[in-house]
């Protein structure tokens, strides 16, 4: 059955339809989530047909004009009844494990809704860093001055190498941040630097900060019971956005006889695993958006703005895979005791959620990646 109508995955095209034009929607899905595109189908979703196969045709388009080259699958069928029937076209394009792709005429396409469009500077930005070829926490902050990195901090992340950074020259303090990638060659605060050892990084940094919602229900729309935001060091959020979940989420217990008998839980670590891993592999490029956590009856929801990078899948993370969208916030972070870069974290998650029967979801889709773990007593 042809589809009712165009959106994110569907794309009618005409016979006629220029080779051009084909390169450009198969690079926008390949950007995207991948989708179809129906040969032999007008704008209403009427099919027209085609005059012959074009499978030859499109496999050689997706290997000189889309670059890195893809691999499309190609259907084609009979439409419509016998006497009148007439043959279409299904070119699949699975979502890109290359990114970013482009058009022989170096043009990069995404897919907004139902139509393609030029990326923009930011999308690009984003594209790239799902590659891992470029890296915005090692990018120097902007308006950010060494006088906002708090030298107490850096001074005890160096004397775990037993390092007493503060009596060391400012010479040796400057090389010492600059070869750590805390400040940049001009000893202007990277990103990364400023997140973790910043004294109030969200002042240059707006997206950055954890916040976290109290619900007295199961959905969004229930009443809610208390909001929070922590801002200051990604160190400062994680420790105490972990305080605000611990005293939300009482210990679940029965009566027995005249005992009350506390149920098993979820252990501390695994909220500080969650926490972690949205602060340390969220897109920080992504402007006006904060981490969020909410807190429900039944489940609790992390939702860290930024898609998975290119080569990790769902099915990857519970099995242990090790990523780096921001491998210097990795690098602080793991040195600094809340990490390690094995990928132990999100399988630790599954196995206790499992332990107690409870739900865990991970869903990657438009700019964020969610996770919801079932906690079926919250009180």
Known sequence: MIPKAENQYIEFKREEVSSQTLAEEIVAFANGEGGEIWLGVDDQGVATGISR????????LCRTAVI??????????DFGEKRKSVKIARIIIAKGSDRPYYTSKNRYFIRVGSTKRIAS??????????????HYDLVEAAGALQKHLNQSA?????????????????????????ASDIVSKQLI???????????????CLPQSGISLAVFNGSEIGSELRDKKIFTGSLPLQIDNALSAIKANIATPSTIEGSKRV????????????????????????????QIR?????N???????????????????????????????????????????????LPMVYQEAKRLGEELKFEDSGEVFRVTLGCRSRN
């Open 293 to 297: 956590v909410l807190i429900f009856d």
């Open 262 to 289: 506390e149920k098993a839980s979820y252990p501390d670590k695994v909220f500080r695993e969650l926490l972690v891993n949205a602060c340390v592999h969220r897109n920080y490029s992504i402007i006006g958006s």
């Open 121 to 134: 500077r930011e999308e690009l930005m984003r594209l790239f860093q799902a590659s891992g070829l470029f």
């Open 299 to 345: 489940k609790l929801e992390f939702i860290s703005p930024g898609r998975l990078p290119n080569t990790v899948t769902i099915d990857k993370l519970t099995t242990g895979t090790s990523f780096a969208r921001n491998p210097l916030l990795v690098k602080l972070m793991e040195n600094l005791g809340y990490m390690d870069r094995l990928g132990r974290g």
């Open 154 to 178: 850096i001074s005890g992340y160096f004397s775990r190498y037993k390092i007493d950074y503060l009596e060391e020259s400012e010479e040796e303090r400057e090389r010492l941040t600059m």
């Open 53 to 60: 196969s074009y499978e030859e045709d499109v496999m050689n």
């Open 189 to 203: 605060p990277t990103v990364g630097g400023l997140l973790v050892f910043g004294i109030a990084p969200e002042t």
């Open 68 to 77: 890195p080259p893809v691999t499309p699958e190609y259907e084609e069928t």
